[in-house]
C-alpha cells in the first residue's frame, strides 16, 4: 500500500521521509564519531627544539614535512641566510610536524606538547600554548615559541589541536 492509499496527505509524507533522512544522518555521525576515535593509542614522539634552537617563526606555521627537503626550505624562508639547519631525522621512518603560534611580547610565552594519539581517522597532535600571569616575571621583548616533533611515519592525515590558553 502506498500513502494515498493509506490516506497520508502530502505533507505527513515530508514529513516522515524528512524524519528518516534525519534519523539516517544522525546514525551516520554517531558511528563515523565512534568509529573515527576508536582503536586510539599514544604515539611516541621525539622533540626537536633542542636540535633546532631558536628559531624566529614570525607567522603562524602548522605544517606536517615527509622529507628533508621541504622542512629546510620552511626554516630557509623562515630565517633566510641564518636559518638553522634541518637535525638528523629519518623520513623514511618518521616525519616532522611543526607548529609556531608567531611572534609573542615577552618571554612568559611556550607551547608544549600534551599528547600525540593515534586512531582510527588519523594522528592527534594536543598542544597548549602558556601565557604569562602578571605574576610571572618575564622579560618584555619577542618571542617565538614553537614546537618541531618528530612522529613515526603514517600515511594517516595529521591533525593538530592546539588547546586552549591556561
Known amino acids: 500500500m502506498t500513502g494515498r492509499q493509506l490516506g497520508w496527505s502530502q505533507s505527513g509524507r515530508q514529513a516522515i521521509a524528512l524524519g528518516l533522512v534525519a534519523v539516517a544522518a544522525a546514525g551516520w555521525l554517531v558511528y563515523a564519531e565512534w568509529w573515527g576515535h576508536g582503536d586510539a593509542h599514544t604515539l611516541v614522539w621525539q622533540d626537536l627544539n633542542p636540535k633546532l634552537g631558536h628559531v624566529e617563526f614570525t607567522r603562524k606555521v602548522t605544517g606536517v614535512y615527509h622529507s628533508r627537503p ?33 611572534p609573542r611580547s ?16 588519523g594522528i592527534y597532535v594536543y598542544l597548549r600554548e602558556r601565557t604569562p600571569s602578571l605574576r610571572d616575571p618575564v622579560d618584555p621583548r619577542v618571542t617565538y615559541p614553537y614546537r618541531a616533533i618528530a612522529i613515526a611515519r603514517s600515511t ?11
Open 106 to 121: 615577552s618571554t612568559g610565552y611556550s607551547l608544549r606538547v600534551q599528547r600525540v594519539v593515534e586512531q582510527r581517522r
Open 156 to 166: 594517516k592525515p595529521v591533525y593538530v589541536k592546539l588547546q586552549g590558553r591556561p
Open 70 to 102: 621541504p622542512f629546510q626550505r620552511l626554516l630557509e624562508s623562515t630565517m633566510p641566510g641564518r636559518a638553522p639547519r634541518a637535525p638528523a631525522v629519518d623520513f623514511g621512518r618518521n616525519e616532522v610536524v611543526v607548529v609556531s603560534l608567531g
